[in-house]
């Protein structure tokens, strides 16, 4: 019989051990969101035909000399480095809240981009943005 109420007292305190682990773990989170859209580098060439001449379009080593990145909103630390496709999409998961995104390295030329710039990311939705980078080349 003592060993009846000893496992009885054991399971007891095993199922009130279970709902205690199981009720603090159930807190709130927030699924993530996403930043998408397109970089744009150019020209590439000082003279631009249509069609792109395909020496003249962005390879992989041109979105690297260019690098893009995502911060904290205050800009101290950052979250993602964006590494687009050939093609200049990218699509970059993250937490909601607000975010700067900036163009990494100053380049010395005439040209210039959109960047930096805010971004507000919200849960289980996609924000657009589109970068535009001027090369300077003329």
Known sequence: MENHSYNRILGIAFLAGLLFIS???KHVTQEAGFLEGVISVGPICPVETIPPDPGCLPTAETYKAYPVSVWTSNGKRKI???????DGSFRTELAPGNYLVILEKEHNTVGGSNLPVEVSINSQDKTILNINIDTGIR
């Open 23 to 25: 009720g603090c773990s």
């Open 80 to 86: 993602a480095q964006i590494n687009p496709a050939l």
